[in-house]
Every structure is written in C-alpha cells, then in structure tokens.
C-alpha cells in the first residue's frame, strides 16, 4: 500500500489490493445541470434549471492478502437507471514493483426504465449484467508530497439490452498534508445510443476522523455531455 494519509485504493481501488481484514466504504452524490440552462439568457426566460443526480454506494472488504470483495452500487435519475454488482478482485503480477496490476470481474442486475406501448408510459425493466475491469497503479514522489496515478478499464455485458458500455477513468492523487490529498480525474465513456463522453472531475479529500474522510469535486463536461455539477462523497475506511 502507499505510504501518505490517503492511500489511492480509496479513491481508484482497482490496483491495490484491501488489506486482509479491512474495509472501504464510500457514498458518493452527484448534482448536474445542463451548461446552456444556467447562462445568463436561459436563466431569464426559466430561473429553475433542470437538475440530475446520481447516487453511488461502494463497498470493498478484504477477504485474502490476494483477493478483495465488494459491491458496487449506483442510482441515476433522469433517465432512471439503477445497477449494482459484487465483485472480486484479484492483483496480477508482481506486487513488489513500481507498477500494479489487477482484474475485477463483477456479476449482477441492471434496473431501466423503457417506453411502453402508449406515449408517456414507461415500464421498469430488469436485466443480469457483468461487468470485468482491468486496472493499473503506481506510486511516486511529487514536490508537493506522495503522489499516486491509476487507471481502471472495464466493459459490461448485458443480457437483454444491445450495446455494451465502455470506460476509462484514468486519476492521480497528490498527498499534500497529513490530512489533504488533491485529485484530478478524468472519466470517458462510450455508452448506446449516446454520443461519447469524456469529464474532468478536479476535486479534494480532507480527513475529519481517522476513518473519516469528505470528498469535495467538481464535474466539468468536455465532450459528448454538456453538463457541470459537483460531487461530494463520504468515505469510512477500517
């Protein structure tokens, strides 16, 4: 694991193994608006801009020095779209050196709301998914304090829907005081029947408790999503 107050298997788990025993948990909530609804014009004509959120819950334990366990929950409003998976993950490779590497590989259901047979009814849909990630790491030393960079793929398979989601979210973390780690990561995506996305979400993590810590992020479109927000996020580690 990294040396510094905040390890990077908080914040991009898929590199690092969780220590045997021990356990992460975040809850993370998320509040976007379109760009053009807040400029000054559209604000004139409708002062209440339409507003998405997205809730997430994680959760890892672990179970072996070699194999971590979790769950991975999310909720999106507008559409309506709920997933969770369990996963295992396990290191690949070396753990000595520089460089780490892991896969994941997550089972679990799909909830999606899909026009009915009548305008403006929609029915609720189900569907099995799996969801397998490969994931890079490293640590090194920065001007500003232990830093980390990392990288987390992954596909999900569905079992009724067409299309299979892809991503990429590469982060890096600098620890700057015992208590403040600066982040800056960048999600892309290429999900059906949407354009292709990429976000920039610069944020900061400070330590209220030993096992206590608040995420504070922004959420900056730069292609395929014209939306900004903010995101903010508990995490509890054991």
Known sequence: MLSGAL?????????????????????????????????????????????YSYTALYAEYGLRPWLTVGLDTGQQEGPDTWSGVVFVRVPIGSQDGRHRFAVQLGLGQRRYEQEGPYYGIETIETEWIARPTLAWGMGFDSPWGPAWAGAEASVEWRADTAGQPVKLDLTTGVTISPRTTVLLQLQTGDYPDNPPYAKLLPGLVVRLLPWLSLESSAILSLVGDDKLGARTALWLEF
């Open 7 to 51: 390890s990077a298997s908080a914040v991009l788990a898929g590199a690092w193994p969780r220590d045997q025993g021990g356990v992460f948990a975040s809850l993370a909530y998320e509040l976007t608006t379109p760009e053009a609804a807040i400029q000054p014009e559209a604000l004139a004509l409708d002062p209440t801009p339409p507003l």
